[in-house]
């Protein structure tokens, strides 16, 4: 799992309530950084802000998905989640949106199913590589 917020105690506070879950949690404070360590911590998921400095969350979400090695990966929006932000996020490939603030179970609930959806499409990537 990778959190990427510019907001320190955003960041913990995802991480500890992810934690606390069982998940192995690996933060970043921006898009530039999350970009640095995706192909290194290899997530089943990862959660970005919208907002912040270097690479937004938006222009992080699009490049991860013109990455074929990171194209299939779960993202979610974790923002204040405007209509723009919503908008501007599905356009860019964005799985899931969780609005700011949030409650811990909402969190924990959202990052098992993107995880349940990632293994299903990687299970799917791999039969059809197989068949073809």
């Excluded at 270097?54 to 923002?79: E, M, N, Y």
């Excluded at 969780?98 to 990052?111: C, G, H, I, N, Q």
């Amino acid at each position: 799992m990778l959190v990427v917020d510019d907001n320190k105690v955003i960041r913990q506070l995802i991480r500890v309530n992810l934690e606390l879950e069982g998940f192995e949690v690996v933060t970043a404070g921006d898009g530039a950084e999350c970009l640095d360590l995706v192909h290194r911590v290899r997530p089943d998921v990862i959660t970005l802000d919208v907002v912040m400095p270097r690479l937004d969350g938006l222009q992080t979400a699009t490049r991860l998905r013109s990455d074929p090695r990171t194209r299939h990966l779960p993202l979610a929006i974790v923002s204040a989640c405007t209509p723009y932000e919503v908008d501007s996020g599905v356009a860019a490939g964005v799985d899931a949106f969780l609005a700011k603030p949030f409650e811990p179970t909402e969190l924990v609930r959202l990052v098992r199913r993107l995880m349940e959806c990632g293994r299903t499409a990687a299970l799917d990537g791999r039969a059809e590589s197989a068949a073809g």
